[in-house]
């Protein structure tokens, strides 16, 4: 089978776009996660964090499905969407779209540009549940919100939430960025461990000064990830709770790929984040691929998209340098 396929990245965290609008290829449920593995890895000449399937919705402008690297289906990503919504407001000629996710209909909208000449699109992160049957968290409790728990860090106060999608967030000081202790409390928590049945994206998040904030995740289903928008719009929501920004007022988010912004709203008790960021294009291709071995794919007509490379080049090194001044 001949699979067309778009790179794209959203802060460095990168995605293939199959479009099953516009091509019929009939995938089985075990096609998508046997493709998701094949061309998420790595040691390939493709590999990306991400198969982000985009589909015909009978209730939206379009239907997102992303599946990570290890052939787990994801219920959001936020970095995903940005690139999703680029691509059905191009391809059905729309500034704003509905796209249908696995637990939401999600409003995108092109915006601004966020850095020169930087493709931009704000996506909305929500629903936002603190209930740890959401997640699911197995605890005998309801919430964790800035708590230490018994059996994951003697050391760290963590907020469990999920956006739709797990996330378990907390915020540290640089000595902890710096150390191994990220690592091994997500290598845990998303291999056989009694608290997360399904894992969760683990979320360090370091106060920059008021209103920038930089967050590293690392990700169920991938590992360390430039860049994790649903994590970044929880942490962005985690901060405000702390008191260390607004709700309603831009929040700056540095991560290792780039920098994104997030606005977290609140009506009538319930919160929604909006994710502003890049939604660059790297390159097309196609892939020659066999469903009964997709590993041994072969490919054809690679295009790069050397402008949009370059340009989103010097946002990362604008991002660089303020890290390295306020870290
Ligand atoms: N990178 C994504 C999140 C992708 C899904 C995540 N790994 C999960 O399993 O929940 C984002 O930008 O939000």
């Known amino acids: 089978m001949n699979i067309e396929l778009l790179k794209c990245h959203g802060s460095g965290n990168d995605f293939f776009i199959i479009d099953e609008i516009s091509h019929t290829y009939n995938f089985t449920e075990e096609n998508r996660a046997e493709l998701a593995k094949a061309i998420c890895d790595r040691s390939t000449e493709l590999g990306a964090d991400g198969i982000l399937f985009v589909l015909k919705s009978e209730k939206a402008d379009a239907r997102m499905r992303v599946f990570n690297p290890d052939g787990s289906e994801a219920s ?3 970095n995903g969407l940005r690139c999703v919504a680029r691509y059905v407001c191009e391809l059905l000629g729309l500034k704003e779209a509905i796209i249908e996710t696995m637990k939401a209909d999600l409003q995108v909208k092109k915006q601004e540009d966020i850095f020169e000449d930087i493709p931009t699109y704000l996506v909305e992160i929500s629903p936002v549940s603190f209930d740890l049957k959401d997640l699911p968290l197995v605890l005998d409790k309801d919430t964790i919100i800035n708590e230490k728990v018994s059996g994951i860090s003697e050391e760290l106060a963590f907020t469990a939430l999920a956006v739709p999608n797990p996330h378990f967030v907390s915020i540290v000081e640089k000595e902890q960025i710096t150390s191994d202790l990220q690592k091994k409390i997500s290598e845990y928590l998303n291999g056989p461990n009694d608290f997360f049945p399904d894992g969760v994206n683990v979320s360090f998040v370091k106060p920059l000064k008021k209103g920038h904030i930089y967050v590293r995740t690392f990700e169920r289903g991938v590992g360390f990830t430039n860049a994790c928008g649903t994590a970044m719009s929880a942490s ?29 709203h609140e009506k009538n008790g319930r919160q929604s984040i909006d994710l502003i960021g890049n939604a660059s294009y790297v390159y097309r291709c196609e892939a020659e691929i066999n469903m009964e071995k997709p590993q041994e794919f072969t490919l054809s007509q690679k295009e790069e998209h050397t402008g949009e490379i370059k340009q989103y080049a010097k946002l990362q090194e604008y991002a660089q340098a303020v890290l390295k001044e306020w870290m």
């Open 76 to 78: 959001m990503c936020g």
């Open 236 to 264: 962005t929501l985690v901060t405000c709770m702390n008191g260390l920004n607004k709700i309603e007022e831009p929040v700056e988010v540095y991560n290792n790929g780039g920098k994104v912004r997030c606005v977290v």
